[in-house]
């Protein structure tokens, strides 16, 4: 199946524009004056691609109306500071300026391996339920603001006092939770100079004990010392990284847009297995037991035996899957991009019910608890559905798409939108509870850990935000 994506007007895996505008929103667009030069855009030193005297001039006329766009924006925000927020209510928000923070030392921090009130992975553990350990306080206040060049689409990682935010301009940032304060940066590419192109982190961050575990765009998983922020190993494979890796004791298993599902040893990079599917490889494997779930485009579910990268079964779903999956016992919950929400026993192979179909997809991964199925779609609304039966509860309409993963916080659900707000409901009734208006897209959902919040916005001048009690 060949799908149109309506955001750019391309297909998302294949056509001439891959690889051009990956990242979602304005964010890819942008990026292209940093490829451009004398005919050839070169999305980096590892993939040059050459393009026809069509192809160009198709790029140069998208890059001109960029560049009248920036300076529309440009003479609009020119009369106000770059490090305010503005809550919902309108009014401005104090924040505190990331140019005025005193530098901290860390070099004797003790770290410790991620907790129960952690957040360490795209969907918070392997089996990727989206459910926080951590509570959160009633009312929510803006601590800190980062901005960034071209913004963030990925969800971040917090573990202890530490923040892990991966960015579409290559950077991987560590930060102080309370403050903000920056505590190293990573770069995707080992060059310093912020005007060289470096290859977005558009996937969630992985945190050990020990290191962070994320891929770029490019398709290199990056295995990054967690206390120094320098680089322990690299892995190439042939295909953007697009999901967050799962570990389990030694083994790092993640899949690409080669095709092929890898497990590595996680403290070297060696690779102990790959397994290939018949089409690119979206988001995040789930694991349990000795089994891990991946999907992608070749529209199947897979579930491998990860011990030895076998395949154990096999399940047709008629429609490729960008979310990622989420297991509880037998049963797996994701949506399809042809607009349906499933429910699988993975292990009959049965497809237990199935929720829709709409004529918009479900690429966020959903939150799952005992009763209920929460997931965001492109048709502007946040369903709720009855995990037992597939009955609709609610429904939350926003004022664009939800592309963002909801995290279920006690009876509360939180997540983004479009529109530019971070909204919270309430679990049993999907009544809206708070909301905080972000001033840009959001696609990247949030991460709830150690009593805080963080978010991503996406597009130029994107920023990273955390919630929690002052």
């Not at 060949?2 to 998302?12: A, E, Q, S, V």
């Not at 923040?163 to 991987?172: E, M, R, S, W």
């Not at 009955?391 to 939800?402: D, L, N, Y």
Request: charged share 20%; with cysteine; net charge neutral.
């Amino acid at each position: 199946m060949r799908l149109f994506d309506k955001r750019f007007g391309t297909k998302p895996w294949g056509g001439p524009m891959k690889g051009l505008t990956q990242g979602r929103g304005d964010a890819g667009t942008r990026r292209l004056a940093d490829r451009i030069g004398s005919g050839t855009i070169t999305p980096s030193p590892r993939h040059p691609v050459t393009l026809s005297p069509r192809h160009f001039f198709l790029v140069l006329s998208i890059s001109l109306v960029w560049l009248a766009q920036a300076g529309c924006e440009l003479s609009a925000t020119s009369g106000g500071g770059g490090s305010g927020a503005t809550r919902s209510d309108g009014k401005s928000a104090a924040v505190p300026s990331k140019k005025n923070r005193k530098p901290v030392d860390f070099a004797n921090e003790k770290l410790g391996p991620p907790g129960l009130a952690s957040w360490a992975s795209f969907r918070n553990g392997n089996t990727q339920l989206g459910v926080a350990g951590s509570s959160l306080p009633k009312q929510l206040e803006l601590l800190w603001k980062i901005d960034t060049k071209y913004g963030v689409s990925a969800t971040a990682a917090i573990v202890g006092k530490r923040v892990y935010a991966g960015t579409i301009n290559g950077d991987l940032l560590c930060v102080e939770k309370q403050s903000g304060t920056e505590i190293w940066s990573y770069r995707s590419i080992d060059d310093s100079d912020p005007e060289k192109f470096a290859p977005a982190f558009k996937t969630a961050p992985r945190v050990t004990a020990d290191a962070v575990f994320v891929g770029d765009e490019d398709g290199i998983l990056h295995a990054v010392n967690r206390k120094t922020g320098k680089k322990k190993w690299t892995f190439p494979t042939n295909g953007e990284i697009s999901g967050c890796p799962a570990i389990v004791g030694e083994k790092l298993i993640f899949g690409s847009h080669d095709s092929f599902l890898y497990c590595l040893n996680a403290e070297d990079g060696a690779e102990i297995w790959k397994f290939q599917t018949q089409d690119r490889i979206n988001g995040s494997s789930a694991v349990i037991g000795k089994y891990t779930f991946v999907a992608g485009c070749d529209e199947h579910l897979r579930v491998i035996d990860f011990e030895g990268g076998t395949e154990e079964s096999g399940i047709p779903l008629e429609s490729p899957l960008l979310a990622s999956p989420a297991v509880m016992g037998d049963m797996l919950y994701v949506g399809t991009h042809g607009g349906q929400v499933l429910a699988i026993n993975w292990k009959t192979e049965e497809i237990v019910w199935h929720y829709g179909p709409d004529e918009d997809p479900y690429n966020a991964s959903a939150a799952v608890t005992d009763k209920y199925v929460v997931v965001g779609s492109e048709d502007k609304k946040v369903h709720c559905i009855d995990r037992k039966t597939g009955e609709g509860v609610w429904t939350f309409t926003t004022r664009s798409q939800v592309n963002s993963s909801p995290v279920v916080v006690g009876n509360r659900v939180f997540f983004g939108s479009n529109d530019h707000h971070l909204y919270g409901v309430s679990l049993s009734g999907g009544k809206e509870l708070w909301k905080y208006d972000l001033e840009k897209t959001i696609t990247a959902g949030p991460a709830v850990g150690e009593e805080c919040l963080v978010i991503g916005t996406e597009g130029s001048n994107g920023a990273i935000y955390c919630f929690g009690k002052k």
